[in-house]
């Protein structure tokens, strides 16, 4: 029976317009991409393998056409979706409508060829019926220009990714990779700890008063702070560089412990009165609805997901119809969801919320792409976060969505600020004035349905500061003054929101491909995370200067951005791909091109590319990035100039390394062992040892030991350090994890050590200890204790693993069970997947784990097999071997694609 063939992206999204479209459509998924370029020999044309270009799969002698292939694991699929196009009297393309949509939309007409009926190309931003019938109803046909911006994207990655990666592997290590958006994402990081090496303390101090204005005032006391001496303003943190030196001494005094002791004694019995009261009217508007970046950076700062995390919900929402599109550089809404704004505000805040017309949003984002919405509610009418019925994570994303999007509509939040100035003089006559500040917000506006978040601890709109209503002249008395000291502070790493901040202002990389770049460095092992915070390894530190000494433009953060430009003026129309390209792989008058840097180089010094200074250089103590983890080499006693060795953490930060450091990790090196007896039970030796994850005691085990056992071992605690451990604390140590005893429902509680510190643990049910030392000491009726109040949830104490499972099949990392703050949820380490509702802790099994976290996988960012011995922290992937049959160059795009293009750039 004929059928009108509707092919998406996704099952879940298949699913949800079909309900909708109902009877007379089949909708069926690509499942993503169904072609791309080979990713191996295996995979690569034997008619193009001897060719010069053969391994980029791309003819950069011949207008750069890509050879594309259709991967193994597609190619049932794609049968299936032939057989189901050989039945239908139309075809819609229904991908999304973004260039990577476009792009699979041509990739799809292009493979299955239909013949003899209409293709249409069908672009929604939200999976309503309303909207859905209407895409059916006005179809376009696919644009040409963005496929060719997107095919533009993909032959600039592959080009910089084949060519630059390989001399990575020669120089650095092997396994490594280069990418033309990751490595500059990777340079941000690593400038960032190289300011912070570079960074020098300064310590400065001033008073802190608290003032009382007199009984005529209701709020009688308030706080001030020192301003300034004899008319100079005092030094705050902020007029310090870098170095810790003022960066202009003559319009600032610095204000030391001695001097801010003596100024708070020689102030005891001073008058002050109010030299001034500068009054200012106070007016917030409301934020922009949601595009991606600002999604991916409320979502971290609200709600503690990882921007892959937040994409992935994002598009889960997406597909069962709950909001619009994800994936957009726009703020507007349409005249429909305006209404249901405004609809909303009047009914759940009232009509002196709503502003007499509309707001209206422009996008600040240069080239926003395509004509997208903001990231909305879907819909005509919004939803409440209540009458969605979503759960976990899921309710959390759509809540923060719909409120901000309501908040859009909303009036001003007004007040007043209030500056005040209060001077006395001091016993030794010194002219001193102190500043208060304040803020009342009198009418809260839009701040009553949503207040941004914010980084590094800054105030948050909706905070208040009352003062006394005081005039200039009046009276007022030191109820006290206290000296306080502070010491200025190094920047602050990146965390995933502020590099996304810091990635857009700069213009680098498209906001929809953002979280896949981070996923791509922290997962590659260049840059790990401590707390929320990204730190770069020392690999990265080697891979950056190569880049930055032979790849000097290719790095930079400006040619970067200025891609950016190219691939909007190609998706625009206004300029063209092949003469884009040549101009980045061959070079041109002004520039050299890619392909003379690579075959070019000349010599690189492998080792100096790895070798750092620690401190002062003429002391000959380096770090030295090594094939298994970075070391330290410096002089012995004896004066061999690389006589002694030692093992860096790999959890220690680089700017943290310094030369204090390095004497103590050459005083107790890695692996080397501190004989501390034998064993009264096992009559095994037991030693201590200084690991790569820090301090540690364990058994040595006889030579004719089983290939399957294992020594015990035990961290030490934070108390406990190598020079003072004694065979007594190691065998208390080895003893854990420690049963406690039996809870009256027959479960035994153990006392064990983590990797997020101390706990309990009773089945699934793991309890925090507040230190260590309870590991050893902790009774059964204290544990008791502690499982009869309820168990800690939101920003407590991480918690253990429920329940551990064994190693995922892909990854081969350890798969744990996680209670998270939206439910229990599996883990590799790399990829997180929430328990469905069918599933519980106690019945999970290894395989049921590797199927969530591979459905997971699935859903985000392709990531490419990690060789052995790669860049550490990058978990082992296991390599999809990839063979296919279906070979071919990309054929024209459509007829109605532009036929004059300019030829190829050639190589000279």
């Known amino acids: 029976m004929a059928h009108k063939l509707v092919i998406v992206e996704s099952p879940a999204k298949a699913r949800t317009i079909g309900g909708y479209l109902g009877d007379g459509y089949v909708v069926e998924s690509s499942i993503g991409h169904i072609r791309d370029l080979p990713n191996n020999a295996a995979d690569t044309p034997a008619k193009i393998k001897d060719k010069p270009w053969g391994r980029l799969a791309v003819d950069v002698e011949n207008g750069f056409t890509p050879y594309y292939v259709v991967p193994r694991d597609k190619k049932s699929h794609i049968s299936k979706l032939k057989g189901l196009l050989k039945d239908a009297d139309e075809l819609y393309l229904a991908t999304d409508e973004d260039r990577e949509g476009e792009a699979i939309a041509w990739h799809l007409l292009d493979e299955l060829k239909p013949k003899g009926i209409p293709v249409h190309r069908m672009v929604f931003h939200e999976i309503t019926k309303a909207a859905i019938l209407t895409a059916v109803e006005n179809p376009r046909q696919i644009n040409d220009d963005l496929v060719e911006a997107q095919e533009a994207r993909r032959i600039l990655d592959r080009l910089y990714g084949y060519e630059v990666s390989p001399v990575l592997w020669k120089k650095v290590m092997s396994g490594l990779s280069a990418g033309r958006v990751q490595s500059v994402a990777t340079r941000l990081v690593v400038d960032k700890e190289r300011e912070r090496m570079k960074f020098r303390l300064a310590s400065y101090w001033d008073l802190e008063a608290t003032f009382d204005a007199g009984s005529k005032h209701d709020q009688r006391m308030f706080p001030a702070k020192l301003h300034s001496l004899d008319g100079t303003r005092v030094a705050r943190g902020s007029d310090f560089g870098q170095d810790g030196l003022l960066k202009d001494a003559s319009k600032v005094v610095h204000v030391d412990r001695t001097r801010a002791e003596a100024l708070v004694s020689s102030l005891q019995d001073s008058t002050y009165d109010v030299r001034s009261v500068e009054a200012k009217p106070y007016k917030r508007s409301p934020y922009a609805p949601f595009r991606t970046t600002t999604l991916q950076q ?98 959390r994303l759509y809540e923060l969505i719909w409120m901000r999007t309501v908040a859009s509509q909303m009036k001003d939040a007004v007040g007043q600020s209030v500056s005040v100035r209060l001077g006395g003089t001091s016993a030794a006559g010194e002219d001193v004035v102190f500043s208060a500040s304040g803020r009342v917000i009198t009418f809260h506006g839009f701040l009553k349905a949503y207040v941004e978040g914010t980084d590094e601890g800054a105030a948050k709109d909706d905070q208040e500061t009352r003062l006394p209503a005081l005039e200039e002249g009046d009276s007022v008395s030191a109820a006290s003054v206290s000296a306080t000291g502070h010491e200025t502070k190094p920047p602050a790493r990146y965390t995933e929101a502020t590099l996304i901040k810091e990635l857009e202002e700069r213009e680098i990389g498209r906001p929809s491909t953002y979280a896949a770049i981070i996923g791509t460095i922290l997962n590659r092992g260049y840059v790990y995370k401590k707390g929320t915070a990204l730190v770069p390894a020392w690999l990265a530190f080697s891979v950056i200067r190569l880049l930055e000494e032979h790849f000097t433009r ?33 070079g041109s008058d002004n520039v050299k091109g890619l392909y003379d840097l690579v075959h070019e180089l000349g010599d690189i010094d492998a080792r100096e590319l790895a070798t750092f200074p620690i401190g002062d250089p003429e002391l000959g103590i380096n770090l030295r990035v090594g094939r298994y983890g970075p070391y330290l080499e410096g002089p012995d006693d004896e004066g061999n100039p690389v006589g002694k060795r030692a093992n860096v953490p790999d959890d220690l930060p680089p700017d943290e390394l310094t030369m204090e450091k390095a004497v103590e990790l050459f005083a107790n090196p890695a692996g080397e062992e501190i004989q501390l007896g034998v064993h009264p039970e096992t009559g095994l030796q037991v030693v201590a040892k200084n690991g790569r994850y820090g301090p540690y005691v364990t058994e040595l085990l006889p030579e004719d030991a089983k290939k399957n056992d294992k020594p015990r071992t035990g961290s030490l605690f934070k108390s406990m350090s190598l020079d003072t451990i004694s065979l007594e604390d190691a065998l208390k140590l080895l003893s854990l994890p420690r049963v406690v005893g039996e809870a009256e429902d027959g479960e035994e509680i153990t006392a064990q050590n983590g990797r997020y510190g101390p706990y309990l643990k009773k089945g699934t049910d793991s309890r925090s200890l507040t230190s260590e030392d309870q590991l050893l000491t902790i009774g059964l009726d204290e544990a008791l204790k502690i499982y009869a109040q309820p168990k800690q949830r939101g920003r407590a104490a991480a918690a253990p693993p429920l329940k551990e499972l064994g190693n995922d099949p892909v990854s081969g990392q350890p798969v744990v069970v996680k209670s998270g703050r939206f439910g229990e949820y599996v883990t590799d380490g790399e990829y997180n997947a929430t328990l469905r509702k069918d599933d519980s802790v106690e019945a999970i099994t290894l395989a049921r784990a590797a199927e969530l976290l591979a459905d997971r996988r699935e859903r985000g960012p392709a990531k490419k097999a990690a060789k052995k011995g790669a860049a550490k922290k990058a978990p082992a992937k296991k390599a999809a071997a990839k063979k296919t049959t279906t070979k071919k160059a990309a054929t024209k795009k459509t007829a109605a694609k532009k036929t004059t293009k300019k030829a190829a750039a050639k190589k000279a």
């Open 554 to 586: 290719q790095v930079s953060y400006e040619f970067t951005a200025e891609m950016e430009d190219v691939l909007d003026d190609i998706a625009g129309g206004r300029k063209d791909r092949v003469s884009e390209l040549g101009e980045f792989y061959y």
């Open 298 to 395: 409320e979502a971290s700062r609200k709600l503690g997901m990882s921007a892959s995390v937040a994409m992935s919900v994002a598009q889960r929402l997406y597909e069962n119809g709950f909001i619009t599109y994800m994936r957009t550089d726009s703020t507007t809404l349409s005249g429909g969801a305006v209404e249901a704004a405004r609809s909303q505000v009047r009914e759940l805040y009232g009509a002196d919320y709503l502003p007499d017309s509309p707001r209206v949003y422009a996008s600040k984002v240069k080239n926003a792409q395509e004509a997208h919405e903001a990231i909305r509610p879907a819909g005509e009418s919004f939803r409440t976060p209540a009458q969605t019925g979503l759960t976990g994570d899921q309710f």
